[in-house]
C-alpha cells in the first residue's frame, strides 16, 4: 500500500505543474491586443518594404531595358549609314569625273554600277521594291493618287508616281500609283477629228 500512496503523492505534485503550464501556454498563445497590433505592424512594414524594393527593382530593369534596345538600334542604324555613305562618297566621285569621262560612257557606267552597290545593300537590309506597274490595284501596297484613262483594264495600275517599299514583307512605304480608269484616252479621238 505504500507503493501507491507513494504513486498518488507523486502524481498529485506533477498535476499542479502540468496546470502551470497550460495556464502559462494559454498566455503565450493569446498575445494581447497591443502585441498583436505590433506584430501586424512589422509583418505590414515588412511588406511594405519588400514591395517597395521590387517597384525599385522592376523601374531599374525597365530602365536598363530601354537603355540597352536604344543603343542596339543605334548600333543596327550607324552600320546601315556607314554603308550609305560609300555609297554617297561614290556618287561623289561619279559626279566629279572630268568631261571627257563623261562622253565615252563610262559616267553613265559608273552610276549604274552606284545604283546596283544601293541595291545590294537595300537587299542585305530585307527591303524589296513594290513592282505595281500594270498589276491589279491592292490597298494594302498601293496607295492611289490619281484616276487616268489608259489601254489598261478598270483598277489597274497604269503609272508608278513613287516607287513603294518592303522590308521582311512588311510594308514600309505603298507604291504612290495612278489607276486605270478602263477609258482609253481621248487623244487618239481629238486627232481623227482634225
Known sequence: MN???S??????????????EKKE????????????????QEELDAMKDKYLRNVAEFEN????????????????????VLELCDVNDNFERALNLE??????????????MIFQQLTSILDKEGVKKIEALEQDFDPNIHEAL??????????????????????HDVVIRPARVAVSSGQKPVTETKEENK
Open 3 to 5: 507503493t501507491e500512496k
Open 61 to 80: 530593369f525597365r530602365r536598363r531595358s530601354i537603355q540597352e534596345k536604344s543603343q542596339w538600334i543605334k548600333g543596327a542604324t550607324q552600320r546601315l
Open 146 to 167: 490619281a484616276q487616268i484613262p489608259s489601254e489598261l483594264e478598270e483598277n489597274k495600275v497604269a503609272a508608278v508616281i513613287q516607287n513603294g517599299y518592303t522590308m
Open 99 to 112: 568631261e571627257a569621262h563623261k562622253a565615252d560612257g563610262s559616267f553613265e557606267e559608273g552610276i549604274r
Open 25 to 40: 501556454m494559454k498566455k503565450k498563445k493569446k498575445p494581447s491586443i497591443k502585441e498583436q497590433m505590433a506584430s501586424l
Open 7 to 20: 504513486t498518488s503523492v507523486t502524481e498529485a505534485e506533477e498535476h499542479p505543474t502540468e496546470m502551470e
